[in-house]
Nanobody, 117 residues
Framework: QVQLVESGGGLVQVGGSLTLSCRAS????????MGWFRQAPGNERKLVAA????????YYADSVKGRFTVSRDSAKNTVYLRMNSLKPEDTAVYYCAAGQWGAYDSWGQGTQVTVSS
């Protein structure tokens, strides 16, 4: 099993930036891909960005393309989500997930991101 711990959420003004971190521990050798999901109140959880562990493949939801960047530091078993030009609609709980591309089976506890206008 893989354990995930997110950090870096908070309150930011419109147009601001935040970087989320997700540190993986446990059976990290089994991880093929990691993703960042978000869930706003009343909405379903949606994938916003993903990265294969070898960084050979990336995915971004249309709503965040050009603003968010996913990256990883394999030596630290950590994946990052850099979020620029934040909008009120980016407000959500952000979850880190690990597993295989398109099939994530380990989840972090979530971190709140609030963008104020």
């Amino acid at each position: 099993q893989v354990q995930l711990v997110e950090s870096g959420g908070g309150l930011v003004q419109v147009g601001g930036s935040l970087t989320l971190s997700c540190r993986a521990s446990g059976r990290t050798w089994s991880v093929g891909a990691m993703g960042w999901f978000r869930q706003a109140p009343g909405n379903e959880r949606k994938l916003v960005a993903a990265l294969t562990w070898g960084a050979t493949r990336q995915y971004y939801a249309d709503s965040v393309k050009g603003r968010f960047t996913v990256s990883r530091d394999s030596a630290k078993n950590t994946v990052y989500l850099r979020m620029n030009s934040l909008k009120p609609e980016d407000t959500a709980v952000y979850y880190c997930a690990a597993g295989q591309w398109g099939a994530y089976d380990s989840w972090g506890q979530g971190t709140q991101v609030t963008v104020s206008s």
